[in-house]
């Protein structure tokens, strides 16, 4: 029996990438669900699929992280059998834009902020009394390397992945004494529509991030979610780092001709 059987995982921005492959994890291993993202009809599809596939319960709702009041109505309203969240993943997150700084557009800067830092922080602040009433939890966060080292046109995107790292440590330290884990797992290059985004749809330019080499897959990211959530109760995996066998840091990449 797995450990992660009958829990409940809420995992935000599950439509594509990493937050979709954690809901397959999570479900594979029994868990029941709460998925969201700003797609309903995406959602909606991959609950369906989810619970034909997996026969695991799953709720899915709209939820626009960057809203403050959007995050606390749509959490308050969760049905009353998906409320005990026992894991949160923080994986809503984006990058818009690789520019120098005084060539950046401020509206990307906005964008980046008011979802990787202060939507995971309305989400963390949302679900948390719950987990410190029932005196059990778990929070992962999904940072980046990029939270460890900064990069050449990457100033904004870059603060904000270090803010995740500073929050996550933090957090930890405030509910030491609450029963409640705190980890963060922070990939290096991963395949997903991530550079699709950063590049607004320029998919060449997408390609060409990954070329040469083989990144990770949104499935491998899972697979160290999955494992550190998982742990035997007296452990917590306090942060990832997981990087391509052909990348050693943010800025060195081994590519082949």
Same mark, same amino acid.
């Given at each position: 029996?797995?450990?992660?059987?009958?829990?409940?995982?809420?995992?935000?921005?599950?439509?594509?990438?990493?937050?979709?492959?954690?809901?397959?994890? !999570?479900?594979?291993?029994?868990?029941?669900?709460?998925?969201?993202?700003?797609?309903?009809?995406?959602?909606?599809?991959?609950?369906?699929?989810?619970?034909?596939?997996?026969?695991?319960?799953?709720?899915? !709702?709209?939820?626009?992280?960057?809203?403050?009041?959007? @995050?606390?109505?749509?959490?308050?309203?969760?049905?009353?059998?998906?409320?005990?969240?026992?894991?949160?993943?923080?994986?809503?997150?984006?990058?818009?834009?690789?520019?120098?700084?005084?060539?950046?557009?401020?509206?990307?800067?906005? @964008?980046?902020?008011? +979802?990787?830092?202060?939507?995971?922080?309305?989400?963390?602040?949302?679900?948390?009394?719950?987990?410190?009433?029932?005196?059990?939890?778990?929070?992962?966060?999904?940072?980046?390397?990029?939270?460890?080292?900064?990069?050449?046109?990457?100033?904004?995107?870059?603060?904000?992945? !270090?803010?995740?790292?500073?929050?996550?440590?933090?957090?930890?330290?405030?509910?030491?004494?609450?029963?409640?884990?705190?980890?963060?797992?922070?990939?290096?290059? @991963?395949?997903?529509?991530?550079?699709?985004?950063? !590049?607004?749809?320029?998919?060449?330019?997408?390609?060409?991030?990954?070329?040469?080499? +083989?990144?990770?897959?949104?499935?491998?990211?899972?697979?160290? @979610?999955?494992?550190?959530?998982?742990?035997?109760?007296?452990?917590?995996?306090?942060?990832? +780092?997981?990087?391509?066998?052909?990348?050693?840091?943010?800025?060195?990449?081994?590519?082949?001709?």
């Amino acid at each position: 029996m797995s450990r992660l059987e009958n829990k409940i995982v809420f995992i935000t921005g599950a439509t594509s990438g990493i937050g979709k492959a954690c809901a397959y994890a !999570f479900a594979k291993e029994g868990s029941n669900l709460v998925i969201s993202a700003r797609r309903l009809d995406l959602i909606n599809e991959i609950a369906k699929d989810i619970t034909e596939k997996y026969g695991v319960k799953v709720y899915g !709702f709209k939820l626009d992280v960057r809203n403050k009041q959007n @995050v606390i109505d749509a959490i308050k309203s969760i049905p009353t059998e998906f409320k005990a969240v026992d894991i949160l993943i923080n994986n809503a997150g984006l990058a818009l834009g690789l520019n120098k700084f005084y060539e950046d557009e401020l509206e990307n800067w906005d @964008v980046m902020i008011d +979802t990787n830092i202060k939507g995971l922080l309305y989400v963390t602040h949302a679900i948390l009394p719950g987990m410190i009433e029932r005196k059990s939890g778990h929070i992962i966060n999904i940072g980046s390397i990029a939270g460890h080292e900064a990069y050449p046109k990457g100033s904004v995107y870059c603060a904000t992945k !270090f803010a995740v790292n500073a929050i996550t440590q933090s957090l930890r330290m405030d509910t030491i004494d609450k029963g409640i884990l705190v980890s963060t797992i922070d990939p290096g290059l @991963v395949e997903t529509n991530f550079s699709n985004i950063r !590049f607004f749809g320029d998919k060449e330019k997408a390609k060409n991030v990954y070329k040469g080499l +083989t990144p990770l897959t949104g499935e491998d990211v899972a697979d160290a @979610v999955v494992y550190c959530a998982s742990r035997p109760p007296h452990v917590n995996v306090a942060q990832i +780092t997981l990087l391509a066998a052909q990348q050693a840091s943010a800025m060195v990449v081994h590519r082949e001709n």
